[in-house]
C-alpha cells in the first residue's frame, strides 16, 4: 500500500525534484504539497512549487503556502545557491494550478484529522510550518506516522561552519520538532552528499528526450555551477529527494538511532545538529539518522519518476529554439 505523504518545502532545486520523486513514485501517495520561506520568500517558493506541478502535470494535488519567516530570527534566504527566483536556470512555464486559500500549517492538520491512516510528513525545507503545526494542533501528533526530514548533518554544516541550512534558518522550530516526541528521521548533510548528481546523472535525465527530463538537466545544471562556485565540489548534492527516497523503500537509506539535539545559544554553533551517535551523552533517543545512501537505486528512483511524468505530460522536447 503506498505511503500516505505530505511534503513540505521550499522550491529550491532540490525540492523541485522531490515533488517529482513524491508525485510519481508508486510506494508513496502524495497528499498535498506545502509552502514554507526559506530558500527564498515565502511568494517566490510557492510560485515555484506551482510551476514545478505545473510543468510536471502534478494538478490534483493541492498546495499550500504556510509561514513567510522563521518563529525567532529573521528570514535568510539562500538566493546565492538557487538564484533570485529561488528556481533560477531552466525556464518554467507559468503555473496552470493555483494555491488553495488555506494556510498550509491548517491544510496540515486537516489532511492528518481527515485521513483513514497517520500521514507521513516530508520538510525538505526550515521547519517554521512543521512546529507551528505541532504546537497550534497538539493533537496533530497522534496522526503523524513519522517525520522524514531532510536537514541538520552528523559533521560539519553548509550555511555555518556547524549547522546545515534548514535547521539553520530556523533553529527553534528544530527544536521543537526533535523534542516534540514524533518519530523523526534526519536525512542530513552526511548522507545527502552521498546522492551526487554527477554528468552521467544529468545525461539519464537528458536521455529521456522530454521537456521535463531537460528540465530537471537544467535545474541540476545550475545547482551544479553554484556548487562549484560556492564550494569547488565537481558535482551537486540532490538533498531533499533522499528523504523521500527513505519513504519510498527503507532500505535505500539506512539509519542508526541516536539522540539529536538541536544548538540554540552557541555562539559559533548556533543551528548545529549534535548528533550523538556513540551516546556520549546520557541523553535519550529521539531520532532515526541516516547514514548511508545506495545511490544506484536512489537515481534508478528518481530517473524512473521524471520518466513517469515527462511521458504524461508534454510530447518530446522540441529543438532548440534558433
Ligand atoms: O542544506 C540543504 C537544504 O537547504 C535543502 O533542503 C535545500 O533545498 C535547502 O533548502
Ligand atoms: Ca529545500
Known sequence: MPVPMIIDCDPGHDDALAIMLAAADPAVDLLAVTTVAGNQTLEKTTLNALR?????????????????RPLVQPLAVADDVHGVTGLDGPRFPEPTVDAVPEHAVDLIQRILQDHPEPVTLVPTAPLTNIALLLTRYPGSAARIREIVLMGGSTGRGNRTPAAEFNIYTDPEAADIVFRSGVPVTMCGLNVTHQALATPEVLARFEGLGTELGDTCAGLLAYFAAAYRRLWGMPHPPLHDPVAVARVIDRSIVGCADANVTVELHGRYTRGATVVDLHRYLDRPVNARVAVTLDADRFWDRMIAAVTVLGSRTAGPAGPEPA
Open 52 to 68: 514545478v506541478c505545473t510543468l510536471a502535470g502534478i494538478t490534483d494535488v493541492p498546495v499550500a503556502a504556510g509561514c513567510d
